[in-house]
């Protein structure tokens, strides 16, 4: 993730005044096409940092889903769908919200999108940590419970959000669908964004997925958490500006179209 260096090289520097060999760079400077190793270790340093935020971002997804569900009150709109899909098929909602978002992804081709690390590690690691949560946490049927259960689930989905998304490895299989969509159709990201979640809540609900007070305060709560966690998170450039890593520019940062808040 270093940035290229130009090197010039030549066997001898002349002396524009005088025509003899210039001595060349003083003994005490360093030569500016050298790599300099505290440059490399804070590049490396700079990923680690990304990759640990993307992990965590997309484990945690996956526990906050869980929650929801164990709460009992209502899921996010694609959980609805998974739900009602893993009630029909006999799997897990981890493998089938592995296997949707891999039958997601093969619809990029045609929109010709192009995934990015954290698209397929979406795709993979949100499930397998759903399943994982979902055989540690019990079902709630206490009511105060249930509600415990259902804002942490929310509040964490945000954090999960801000976190993964900063790490900018790319986009979700769904946001990348729906950001597809918006180029090939010139349609407005609302409009995609609201028929594709419409789309499949309804779905999922058909299908035996759960709708509840969850869902609508999921709905009203996870854009501004999101944005939060998102400011919150931002992996600082490697020249210490926020936002900025070689010239690259978070998505936080850039015009509303391009902000993604959902995976």
Do not use: C
Not at 73 to 84: S, T, Y
Not at 166 to 185: K, Q, S, Y
């Amino acid at each position: 993730m270093s940035q290229s260096t130009t090197i010039t090289s030549g066997a001898q520097h002349m002396s524009t005044a005088s025509g003899t060999p210039d001595p060349g760079p003083d003994p005490g400077t360093a030569d500016p096409g050298t790599p300099d190793p505290e440059l490399d270790r804070g590049a490396s340093r700079h990923l680690v940092r990304r990759l640990v935020q993307l992990y965590a971002g997309l484990t945690l997804y996956g526990v906050s889903s869980a929650l929801l569900v164990r709460s009992g009150l209502g899921l996010e709109p694609w959980n609805v769908l998974h739900q009602g899909l893993a009630e029909r098929t006999g799997l897990t909602m981890g493998v089938v919200l592995t296997l949707v978002g891999a039958a997601v992804l093969l619809l990029w081709i045609p929109l010709r999108q192009k995934p990015g690390l954290g698209t397929v590690s979406n795709v993979l690691v949100i499930g397998f940590a759903m399943d994982a949560a979902l055989r540690l946490v019990p079902a709630a049927h206490d009511p105060f419970v249930q509600v415990t259960l259902m804002v942490g689930g929310v509040v964490l989905n945000g954090v999960a959000t801000g976190l993964y998304i900063a790490a900018r490895f790319g986009p979700g299989p769904r946001d990348g669908l729906m950001t597809g969509l918006h180029r090939v159709t010139g349609r407005s990201l609302r409009l995609i964004r609201t028929t594709i979640e419409v789309t499949v809540v309804v779905t999922g609900f058909l299908l035996g997925g759960s709708l509840g007070i969850g869902t609508v305060i999921y709905a009203l709560a996870i854009g501004p958490l999101a944005q939060f966690f998102l400011r919150l998170f931002t992996v600082p450039g490697r020249d210490g500006v926020p936002g900025r890593t070689g010239g690259s520019t978070v998505i936080a940062s850039g015009r509303p179209r391009q902000v993604i808040l959902r995976r």
